[in-house]
């Protein structure tokens, strides 16, 4: 195996890396945390829709690792896809620069609960450098697209609509079993 070769495999299987590691401290600490702080949090902020306090308090354990599963096939597939084209991807480009762009939204969230939300930490340390990483290097490969607004606004958006989707199959598998 060649040098680029390795560094097309840790461009592109690295985000399913990256997103593991990042995953799995949400995961550890999504529960706890939404059962302690979300009490202070909603007090603290009258303003936010009551559904949105009752939708996080309402995320157990498992519908949250399950959501995380589903979550892990798209990163995976968006991986594969990018490992495929050599990063030319337009899904593996566009989700990564979502995992990157939802690492600070992880920071502005810490920042607007003045204290520790669920991926804040994996956020400045892997998600960030990265994707930053990442996109040096396919930048020095010559196939990273320009960058521009709209581009973010779509990582951002598919980011946020894989997250709801992979809720709400989370909710249909856990309602599925449980009918069993």
């Given at each position: 195996?060649n ?25 550890a600490?999504?529960a ?22 009752r ?7 498992r ?7 589903v979550?892990?096939i ?30 600070l939204?992880h920071l502005?969230q810490a920042a607007?609960?003045?204290g ?5 930490v ?33 990582g ?20 599925q079993?449980?009918?069993?």
């Amino acid at each position: 195996m060649n040098a680029s070769q390795i560094s097309r495999g840790a461009v592109t299987v690295g985000l399913l890396a990256a997103w593991a590691v990042h995953d799995l401290e949400e995961v550890a600490t999504m529960a706890r945390w939404s059962r302690t702080r979300v009490p202070a949090l909603r007090e603290r902020h009258p303003r936010v829709p009551d559904r949105v306090w009752r939708r996080l308090e309402a995320v157990d354990g498992r519908e949250f690792a399950t959501a995380v599963g589903v979550m892990g096939i798209v990163v995976a597939a968006a991986a594969a896809d990018g490992y495929r084209t050599g990063g030319r991807s337009a899904f593996y480009q566009a989700s990564l620069n979502g995992f990157g762009l939802h690492g600070l939204v992880h920071l502005a969230q810490a920042a607007a609960t003045r204290g520790y939300t669920p991926g804040v930490v994996t956020s400045p340390l892997v998600v960030v450098p990265f994707t930053l990483w990442a996109r040096g290097r396919l930048r020095h490969a010559g196939v990273l697209r320009p960058a521009r607004a709209r581009d973010a606004v779509t990582g951002l958006a598919l980011a946020g609509a894989a997250t709801a989707a992979a809720h709400a199959v989370s909710r249909r598998i856990l309602r599925q079993a449980s009918a069993r």
